[in-house]
């Protein structure tokens, strides 16, 4: 395992954290570093994580394979004899044939004027070797799907000169963008239906459709309004181009214009565009962390009815999560099924506590009543974009696998997953917690119970993941045919 050598403190900063993209199948990776030992270890390392290595001793055989070969990321370290890795990236982000190329610094130097001086040399993220063995592999997925962001956008040329369209279109595509042409307007309309692109650059005076109308059909359409648009023309055209900045254009580019200065204007546009994006997410997300706030509020208030299910809820999602975790499922995944376990019981909070709290035997009336709450808590939440995918689990957490269960008497695995799991932790959470009919029973027996009713109440596969983590009982195969669910 890649150990680099340990320094005082621990940093990882990375720029552009888009993290909707899939990693590409097989990144090709230029790693610059001094040390035999650190380079073999890195490149062994990456490898086995499926990416292509080149190694380099230095900055100047570092620039000399970029410039030579074509490569997905650069990871560079700082000393170096020759040249060093911030002159290395200052170079690769001065050369245009390289500048997009992005670049990670790893360095056991990680004071803030280091860092500072990586991204000012154009880094895309700083990472310290003594943090590298925990933060690396994350980093570089990170920057690489960012990188892919930028390698995924669709750039619109409209103009009536061939070459015109033809030089900016060979700029931008040297660049990394995709590219579509259009003639006019009018074209530009059709062309768009069929492949949206991400930016708009056009020029204003042209035949059937010019640039001004095209501009101004392109703003009226709620789907196309957010692409940003930038004109570009003649110098005599400044005036109408003031006038359409006004109104909303972007940019504008003055004719004859330099092809670089084009580029840079697109890139900025564009990560512009996509921090916008990124802002409206975390805007959203904070949202969603608010809306949870209310419902954990919420939950609280239920439990603080009933003195026995205090903390239950708690408790099930607790469980669930460790079920989870041993099972391998992804991170975002666990958080999703915490949450829908935290919920689970949520529909209870329109029960009358006359049935919720009744301490004897429940009528058939009130029981059907209590039945409710699975349906009642998916009403609660289905309003809400973001909780669709936790409905299964509080609709079906009381399905039996022998189809005995409520709501819908679903059975086997056409219950879903997460919702056998929150079963599994709500019954023994259930059994282990004092009622007002009864205290809760010791944890073998309230097992032994779970045991007993495996593949009748309870998913036999889950029951035999909770047994394990919670007896220590070694079914493994019960695991590994999990593994297997989760990850079809
Ligand atoms: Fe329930």
């Known amino acids: 395992m890649f150990r680099p050598p340990a320094s005082k403190t621990t940093v990882t900063v990375v720029r552009n954290r888009e993290s909707e993209f899939h990693m590409m199948e097989s990144p090709r990776i230029l790693i610059v570093e001094d040390s035999a030992v650190v380079r073999t270890l890195l490149s062994q390392r990456l490898e086995k994580q499926g990416m292509q290595v080149t190694q380099a001793e230095n900055g100047r055989e570092g620039l000399a394979a970029a410039l030579s070969n074509t490569f997905d990321l650069i990871i560079s370290d700082v000393d170096m004899p020759v040249m060093d890795g911030f002159t290395l990236c200052r170079e690769i982000k001065r050369n245009p044939a390289t500048r997009r190329l992005p670049v990670i610094i790893l360095s056991s130097h990680d004071t803030e004027g280091d860092i500072d001086r990586g991204f000012q040399v154009g880094a895309s993220a700083y990472v310290s070797k003594s943090s ?13 799907e960012s990188y892919q962001v930028h390698r995924s956008h669709l750039v619109m040329v409209v103009d009536d000169s061939l ?7 060979k700029s931008l595509e040297k660049a990394g963008f995709r590219v579509v042409t259009a003639g006019n307007g009018k074209e530009a309309l059709e062309r768009i239906a069929t492949s949206r692109p991400d930016l708009i650059l056009s020029d204003i005076d042209m035949p059937v459709m010019n640039g001004i109308e095209f501009c101004k059909v392109v703003q009226n359409i709620p789907d196309y309004k957010d692409i940003p648009f930038v004109v570009m023309s003649a110098n005599g055209d400044r005036s109408i181009m003031r006038r359409m900045l006004s109104q909303g254009v972007a940019s504008f580019l003055v004719k004859p214009f330099n092809l670089e200065q084009l580029v840079i204007t697109v890139e900025k546009l564009l990560s512009h565009h996509v921090l916008l994006m990124l802002k409206d ?7 969603q962390r608010l809306f949870l706030a209310g419902i954990t509020s919420l939950i609280t208030a239920l439990e603080a009815r009933d003195q026995y299910t205090r903390g239950h809820s708690e408790s099930v999602a607790d469980l669930v999560c460790k079920m989870a975790h041993h099972m391998g499922m992804d991170e975002t995944d666990i958080e999703s099924l915490s949450t829908a376990a935290r919920l689970h019981d949520i529909g209870k909070i329109g029960i009358p506590d006359s049935i919720l709290l009744k301490p004897g035997r429940l009528t058939d009336e009130e029981f059907s009543i209590i039945k409710s709450h699975p349906t009642v808590g998916t009403r609660i939440l289905q309003v809400i974009p973001s909780m669709r995918e936790l409905l299964p689990v509080i609709l079906h957490h009381h399905e039996r696998f022998d189809g005995r269960g409520y709501p819908d ?28 009919y009864r205290k809760g029973m010791p944890r073998d027996r309230a097992l032994n119970i779970i045991s007993e009713v495996r593949g009748s109440q309870l998913c036999p596969d889950s029951v035999d993941v909770f047994l394990e983590i919670i007896a220590g009982n070694g079914a493994e195969h019960a695991v590994t045919a999990m593994r297997r669910t989760v990850e079809a």
């Open 132 to 144: 590298a063995p925990k933060e690396l592999g994350s980093t570089i997925k990170r920057v690489l």
């Open 163 to 169: 070459t015109v369209r033809g030089m900016v279109r």
């Open 281 to 287: 997410k975390q805007r959203l997300e904070g949202e």
């Open 409 to 436: 008497g679903l059975r086997g695995k056409k219950i879903p997953l997460w919702a056998r799991m929150t079963a599994v932790a709500d019954t023994y959470d259930a059994l282990t917690s004092d009622r007002p």
